[in-house]
Every structure is written in structure tokens, then in C-alpha cells.
């Protein structure tokens, strides 16, 4: 069974540009968040799809920030423009409906400069 | 709410010892709670969580946790460190919101010296 996949593993932007980060879930998985750790702090959640709708994103810093899943199949989070403070690890798990089974991705490294 | 705070940035012992890191929760709910290790440039790898069966839960690679409600707390252990079990150990609580979203401690750092 493949994993979640996330791309790009490494991202540097200058600040004001755009960043889309994508994430692939395991298959079936109809769960999917979004986490993100900033450097020194804790990892936190950022939102919930469940299949294609948008269960919950109170985690989302701002309006800068946007998340999408297509079809209830993969799904992109988009950076515009980027801030320095976005620098940090963008996780993404997913989970079958009901289940505590998070399979997480292995993150990408953004680094706005 | 939901939280946990894990007790030690950083743990350090010597290849072949106990290892022990701490970690105390709040909820309003009946929690379910992990622990999730890190290994360096790699992904969140789950060890172990609890759901409310068994207090005691045993998890990969010889870790353990006790869930301790009197407490508060969801120690993890392991008997004898190892040079690979070097990573960040994340103890982490979950509930009802967000569709059972998970909410991470600070993280504590394992260095195993030899």
C-alpha cells in the first residue's frame, strides 16, 4: 500500500511569491489534514477535508492561505503571497472515516526568504 | 480544550538504559491520546495510542505508555535505549473536534549516547 506523498520535500521562495504544496493520500482515505510546525514551535492543525469538503479550518493562519482537494482525491495548499513567518514543515496525514489510523506524509520544508 | 505538555525538551541516556519521557494531558473529553516519533528527515511515525481500552499500551520497537487518568499523565517507556531509537518523540492528545484532529506537545528530543 503506498503512503501519503507529499511534493515537494524542499521548497525556497522569496518572500511575495507563490508556494503550492501538494499532498496524496492513501487511497480510500477519506480524511485528510493539513498540519504545519514552524521552527521552535509545536506542530499544529491546520485544517480538515473530509472527501472533498472542508470540515473544519480553524487552524488556517489568514486568508493567504488556501487549501483545496479536488475530488476528494489529492489535495494542494496554496501560499500567496508568502511571508517569511510561513517558513516551517507542512505535514499532511490522512485516515479511512472513523478510524484513528493517520498515515502522515513526510512533510515539505518551506523556507521563504 | 485539549492539550498536553510534555514535560523535558530534551532527554539524554546511554545506549542499554531506560528511557522515560513524560507527558501530562488535559481534556474535556475522554481522550485518545499517542506518541509519534520523528527520525531525522523523515515522516511522523506512529508508536503507539490509546482509545480507552487497556491502560497499558504497548507500542513498536519495545515502547510502551501507561495511561494514568489519576494523573493526568501518558509517561513513555522503553527498558533498554537503543543507538536508533535517537529521534523527537511527540506525545500528542485527540477528540471529538475537528474530526478528531490531533493536537502535538512541544516535542522531546532522545540523544542515546553510547
Known amino acids: 500500500e503506498a503512503g501519503v506523498t507529499q511534493f515537494p520535500s524542499h521548497s525556497v521562495i522569496e518572500k511575495g511569491q507563490t508556494v503550492t504544496l501538494r499532498c496524496d493520500p492513501i487511497?480510500?482515505?477519506?480524511?485528510l489534514y493539513w498540519y504545519r510546525r514552524v521552527m521552535g514551535k509545536e506542530i499544529k492543525f491546520l485544517l480538515h477535508f473530509v472527501k472533498e469538503s472542508k470540515q473544519d479550518e480553524s487552524g488556517m493562519p489568514n486568508n493567504r492561505f488556501l487549501a483545496e482537494r479536488t475530488g476528494g482525491t489529492y489535495s494542494t495548499l496554496k501560499v500567496q503571497p508568502a511571508e517569511l513567518e510561513d517558513s516551517g514543515v507542512y505535514f499532511c496525514?490522512?485516515?479511512?472515516?472513523?478510524?484513528?489510523?493517520?498515515?502522515f506524509g513526510s512533510g515539505t520544508r518551506l523556507t521563504v526568504v | 480544550a485539549q492539550s498536553v505538555t510534555q514535560l523535558d525538551s530534551h532527554v539524554s541516556v546511554s545506549e542499554g538504559t531506560p528511557v522515560l519521557l513524560r507527558c501530562n494531558y488535559s481534556s474535556s473529553y475522554s481522550p485518545s491520546l499517542f506518541w509519534y516519533v520523528q527520525h531525522p528527515n523523515k515522516g511522523l511515525q506512529l508508536l503507539l495510542k490509546?482509545?480507552?481500552?487497556?491502560?497499558l499500551v504497548k507500542g513498536i520497537n519495545g515502547f510502551e505508555a501507561e495511561f494514568k487518568k489519576s494523573e493526568t499523565s501518558f509517561h513513555l517507556t522503553k527498558p533498554s535505549a537503543h543507538m536508533s531509537d535517537a529521534a523527537e518523540y511527540f506525545c500528542v492528545v485527540s477528540g471529538p473536534r475537528a474530526g478528531y484532529a490531533l493536537n502535538f506537545g512541544k516535542g522531546t528530543s532522545l540523544l542515546v549516547t553510547p
Open positions: 487511497s480510500g482515505h477519506d480524511n
Open positions: 490509546y482509545t480507552s481500552a487497556a491502560t
Open positions: 496525514a490522512s485516515s479511512p472515516l472513523g478510524n484513528y489510523g493517520y498515515t
